[in-house]
């Protein structure tokens, strides 16, 4: 492989280029471990090195991998000897912050945390808040359309980018818009690094609260806990976190550092509700009363002192992690909230088969589980084949393979359980329009072709048509004939099927004091999905769309407001018109009114 790399410093003149072996082997790495030797490095700093670099990949036919700061957790670059990695770090600039239109412009390679330490002066903040913030880069954020506690309220990365500077596959430099006819951000947005190179980005920011009370409750049982969520959302008060915490992960904090945690519980549980003073103070009343029904002795933090300390131990859970000496593996799945106490006993079931040592954490106002496994090198296999049964055990539950770190190259066995053969057909046919040669990141996301795999050429067509400017001009809507309407007030999703009345909707939503702003208006759900009138809305609220198209039925997204698993291609349906197919049923994101 050296004579195909050898001459890349001459042919990227001015660009950092790394050839040997010694300097290129640490970039083979990522969290859990050695993933491949890469043939070069190469270290942009700025949008014209990279495109020069992707102009290059294309004409030779050699792949691109790009890496950061690596902090992924399922094997989200696979480099080998015949592929450049893209070092995206000296790209770390934060070009402008706007407190007026509350808007940053930044590089990919600026740190989650770095940023956040730029907009506090400003009372600012970007929302996306993943626990490796203090290493984690934006372009990493964007890559896994990461979550985090604060998602129930504020949502994932996806709501809060407004564009993107990208460098396709063939080096072309091109701006995508959530303003767009056809939204390739938002599938762009979460595809692991395969679609396109992001150089730039523009965020949408947000003031910070000006008040915040939280509280920690301790239960017996799991259970106890789940259901205590459970009477926070029928309370209809809006939490900004609900985060558990299990015993062993307690025992795991308190040896790193003494918590103050109560340490014989099986789960604690801390709920935050933010905002405007007078709002904080009645939400808390509320918030209260229903976590003293489950612990008369709650601890409670009002000032940002007192709060800074009540959630110090389970924020520094990740420190914890690695200061024990031992490997750990962070798995990720999500399943619906009510059946986080059955993930949690399979999970131990799993951990006991293998003797593995595994605390658990989880973002449980939406069902987002992390059973961490603690190990040392020896336990390796054993830890590899544990999270394997316990992805398949939130598949088992009506669940998904990964909330918010993505499926990496780690999970890719299970993408053809959690997708049809026609679904996956689907993403293929996206990443052709995007990637003809198939250079970026391969080896991720997708598994390899199957026998019974259809061919999408509409979804090809629409987005080929759209990355060269010339999308075609939406069909009527096509709509199917399923009326039903079902509420999950549980999870605060709505089903409805595409004939359905928004205002028929709209009525059944408000009568449980809730809302959603994607069914205002008149007409049908399906021609609210697929017109350009509602796509604001829409496009903020839609959780999965079910479609028949030319291929066979498909259903991309699903009832989890944390849902990572493949691309987004639920995006490029919404606002679409009836070109790739009718729209037989959509499940949306409500709130409480």
């Known amino acids: 492989m050296k004579a195909l790399f050898e001459d890349l410093p001459a042919a990227l003149p001015g660009v950092e280029v790394l050839l040997d072996a010694e300097a290129v082997e640490p970039f083979g790495s990522d969290h859990l471990g050695f993933r491949g030797m890469p043939g070069a490095i190469v270290r942009p700093h700025s949008t014209a090195d990279v495109a020069a670099l992707m102009a290059l990949s294309s004409e030779r036919g050699f792949a ?45 390679g600026v740190i989650n ?49 407004s564009s993107l500077e990208v460098v396709m596959p063939d080096g072309r430099v091109m701006e995508l818009s959530e303003d767009a006819s056809v939204d390739l951000l938002g599938v762009v947005i979460g595809s692991e690094g395969t679609l396109a190179l992001v150089t730039g980005a ?10 915040a009370w939280t509280g920690l409750v301790s239960f017996a049982r799991i259970e106890e806990a789940t259901a205590t969520v459970s009477s926070i959302i029928a309370e209809r008060i809006g939490p900004c976190a609900l985060e558990l915490l299990d015993r062993r992960g307690v025992a795991l904090i308190d040896r790193w550092h003494p918590s103050g945690y109560p340490t014989e519980p099986e789960a604690l549980l801390f709920a935050e509700v933010d905002g405007e003073p007078d709002e904080v103070e009645a939400e808390a009343v509320r918030l209260l009363a229903v976590l003293r029904r489950a612990d008369p002795g709650v601890r409670v933090a009002r000032t940002p002192e007192e709060r800074a300390e009540l959630w110090a131990g389970r924020l520094g859970f990740a420190i914890a992690m690695t200061a024990n000496g031992k490997r750990n593996f962070v798995n990720d799945v999500t399943v619906p909230r009510q059946r986080i106490p059955e993930i949690v006993d399979r999970v131990r079931q799993i951990a006991a088969h293998h003797d593995l040592d595994v605390p658990i954490v989880a973002h449980a106002g939406d069902g987002n589980v992390h059973p961490v496994i603690i190990y040392d090198d020896q336990e390796r296999d054993a830890v590899f084949a544990g999270a394997f049964e316990m992805t398949d055990a939130a598949l088992d539950l009506g669940g998904t393979i990964t909330g918010e770190h993505g499926v990496g190259s780690d999970k890719l066995p299970h993408m ?21 040669q198939g250079l970026l990141n391969p080896g991720v996301l997708l598994p390899p072709p199957t026998q019974d795999e259809p061919k999408d050429a509409v979804l090809e067509q629409l987005v080929a048509a759209a990355l060269s400017n010339s999308a075609p001009v939406p069909d009527p809507a096509r709509v199917g004939v399923d009326a039903t309407i079902e509420i999950d007030e549980e999870n605060l999703t709505v089903q409805s099927g595409a004939a359905a009345l928004r205002e ?90």
Not at 97 to 104: G, V
Request: hydrophobic share 40%; aromatic share 6%; with cysteine.
């Open 416 to 436: 053809a359980r959690r997708f049809t053969a026609a679904e996956i057909a689907s993403f293929r046919s996206i990443k052709r329009a995007f990637d003809p």
């Open 504 to 593: 028929d909707v709209r009525r059944m939503l408000k009568g449980r004091g809730l809302r959603c702003a994607a069914f205002e208006g008149s007409g049908t759900v399906g021609e609210a999905v697929q017109g350009p009138k509602q796509r604001r809305s829409v496009r903020s609220s839609l959780l999965a769309i079910e479609v028949e198209m030319d291929h066979g039925p498909v259903r991309f997204g699903s009832a989890a407001v944390k849902d990572v698993a493949g691309l987004d291609a639920k995006r490029l349906l919404a606002g679409s018109g009836g070109a790739p197919g009718t729209v037989l049923r959509a499940i949306f994101r409500v709130t409480p009114s």
């Open 64 to 108: 691109v991998v790009p890496r950061a700061a690596a902090t992924n957790l399922c094997g989200s670059f696979v480099p080998r000897q015949d592929a450049v990695v893209v070092d995206m770090t000296a790209m770390d600039r934060i070009v402008s912050i706007d407190e007026e239109t509350l808007q940053a412009v930044v590089e990919p």
């Open 113 to 161: 945390a770095t940023l956040q330490e730029a907009l506090a002066p400003y009372g600012l903040c970007w929302s996306p808040d993943p626990a490796s913030r203090p290493i984690s880069t934006i372009g990493g954020n964007i890559s896994t359309n990461a979550g985090g506690p604060g998602c129930i309220k504020y949502g994932v990365t996806f709501h809060h980018v």
């Open 202 to 211: 523009v965020l949408h920011l947000r003031r910070i609260p000006s008040a």
